[in-house]
């Protein structure tokens, strides 16, 4: 499957798809790179920190699959253990491989995501992965509806029992809302780039 796009355009590309002016995000901080075609800001979503880490963790994971030697695995790893502990961080880790795994097999076009060790690129969301969080933010909301006719989208038009499965499992096992003994919130992922 295919991960990032590993071509950054140019000035050029930029004058005719999007603005070379600097984005900035809603508390005023500028971004520094300029959106691609399709993408928006994450802070456009106001994602919790356990958005955060979802798609954090997804990222990593599509890395490793689009790039097996980055070994995006152990960076997924050690990102869940920092901020859910070693005891929660396998479970954490193996549901989010099989979310997407599920995603894998349930879409027949690439799967375009953001670099979640690039600074600049992880403030970005991909068409692909704005779909995704809103999927997962309307079954975090119980509303099933709105779900079903996100991961159409998502699934290139096609409706996968299987993906929503494999997201409620997910979601019922790690998600705040969900869990009846969740410990503490995950903290913010990147201090360095939230409060500066």
């Known amino acids: 499957m295919p991960g990032a796009d590993p071509c950054r355009p140019g000035r050029h590309h930029l004058a005719r798809h999007g603005?070379?002016?600097?984005?900035?995000?809603?508390?005023?901080?500028?971004?520094?790179r300029p959106a691609k075609p399709g993408?928006?800001?994450?802070?456009?979503l106001n994602p919790d920190p356990f958005a955060r880490l979802t798609l954090a963790l997804l990222r990593l994971y599509f890395q490793t699959f689009a790039a097996p030697a980055s070994q995006g695995w152990l960076a997924a790893l050690r990102l869940a253990t920092i901020h859910v502990g070693?005891?929660?961080?396998?479970?954490?880790?193996?549901?989010?491989v099989a979310l997407v795994q599920a995603l894998r097999e349930a879409?027949?076009?690439p799967f375009r995501f953001n670099p979640e060790g690039c600074a600049c690129c992880r403030q970005w969301l991909t068409p692909e992965e704005r779909l995704l969080l809103e999927f997962?933010?309307?079954l975090r909301g119980r509303?099933?509806?709105?779900?079903?006719?996100?991961?159409q989208l998502l699934c290139d038009g096609s409706p996968s029992d299987t993906?929503?499965?494999?997201?409620?499992?997910?979601?019922?096992?790690?998600?705040?809302e969900f869990t009846t003994t969740a410990g503490p919130v995950p903290a913010p992922l990147h201090p360095k780039t939230q409060g500066e």
Request: proline residues 7%; contains cysteine.
């Open 86 to 96: 070693p005891r929660a961080a396998p479970a954490l880790c193996y549901e989010s």
């Open 107 to 109: 879409r027949s076009s």
């Open 19 to 32: 603005s070379a002016t600097p984005q900035v995000d809603r508390r005023g901080q500028a971004l520094s």
């Open 163 to 176: 993906l929503i499965a494999v997201a409620e499992i997910f979601l019922s096992h790690h998600a705040p």
């Open 143 to 151: 509303r099933r509806g709105r779900a079903q006719a996100l991961v």
């Open 136 to 138: 997962l933010a309307a």
């Open 39 to 44: 993408e928006v800001a994450l802070e456009s």
